[in-house]
C-alpha cells in the first residue's frame, strides 16, 4: 500500500510544478522522509498524511482505493485495504472483492480516541444500519440519546433515524459495520 500512496504523491507534487523541498516546507515533514514515501520503501501515519493531502489540495481519501471487482467470493484478511479515512479519526476497511455488484456495504472499521469535547452531529441518511462491536466501548448517540456499546454489543437501525459514533476511551474501538443501500453499486442503484 505504501507503494501505491507514494505514486500518487508524487504524480500530484509533480502535477503541481512543486519539489520535494516545496512540499516539505508546507508540510513540515523532511525531504528524506517524503522521498522515500514516494519510493514506497515508508509508511505514513493518518495525521501526516492528511497535511499531505491538504497540501496537494486532494481529499484524504484520494489516497486509497476502492477495493477491485472479483470473481472471487472470499477475501482474506491479508487482501483488506483502507477505503477511507474520515476526519483522521475513523478507519474504513471494505470487507468484500465486489462491491460494484452487491446491495450492501460491509466495513470494518476503527474509530481513534477522540476527546468528549468535541461535538457530535448526528445524522440520518437513507438505507438500514448495523454494527458489532469487536473491540472497545462505542459512545453510539440514536435519536438524541447516547448508549455505550461493549465487545459483543450490537445495533440495527433504520439509518433515517439521526445518529452518530464516537470512541471517547483512550483505546482504539473495531466495529463490524454493514450498510444499505450500497452507493458504489452500479446495477442495484
Known amino acids: 500500500m505504501a507503494i501505491d500512496i507514494g505514486g500518487k504523491i508524487k504524480e ?3 502535477g503541481k510544478n512543486l519539489t520535494l523541498k516545496d512540499l516539505s516546507e508546507k508540510v513540515n515533514l523532511s ?3 517524503l522521498s522515500q514515501l514516494e519510493r514506497g520503501l515508508t509508511n505514513v ?3 501526516s498524511l492528511e497535511k499531505i493531502a ?3 489540495e486532494v481529499d484524504l481519501s484520494y489516497f486509497f482505493s476502492i477495493p ?3 470473481n472471487n467470493s472470499i477475501l482474506r484478511s491479508y487482501q483488506q485495504e483502507i477505503f477511507q479515512v474520515v476526519n483522521s479519526q475513523f478507519i474504513n476497511y471494505h470487507l468484500t472483492n465486489d462491491l460494484e455488484n452487491k446491495k450492501m456495504v460491509p466495513r470494518l472499521v476503527q474509530i481513534l480516541p477522540c476527546s468528549t469535547d468535541e461535538n457530535v452531529t448526528n ?3 437513507e438505507g438500514e444500519e448495523f454494527v458489532y462491536v469487536l473491540e472497545g466501548i462505542l459512545t453510539l448517540f440514536l435519536d438524541n440519546e447516547k448508549y455505550e456499546l461493549y465487545p459483543g454489543d450490537s445495533v440495527h437501525i433504520d439509518s433515517t433515524v439521526p445518529h452518530n459514533w464516537a470512541n471517547y476511551t483512550n483505546k482504539l ?3 463490524l459495520a454493514v450498510n444499505t443501500p450500497n ?3 452500479i446495477k442495484h442503484k
Do not use: C, M, P, T
Request: hydrophobic share 45%; aromatic share 12%; proline share 0%.
Open 31 to 33: 525531504i528524506g522522509f
Open 123 to 125: 445524522y440520518g441518511h
Open 12 to 14: 500530484l507534487r509533480v
Open 68 to 70: 477491485k471487482s472479483s
Open 183 to 185: 452507493h458504489f453499486n
Open 54 to 56: 491538504e497540501a496537494l
Open 45 to 47: 501515519a493518518v495525521d
Open 173 to 175: 474501538v473495531k466495529l
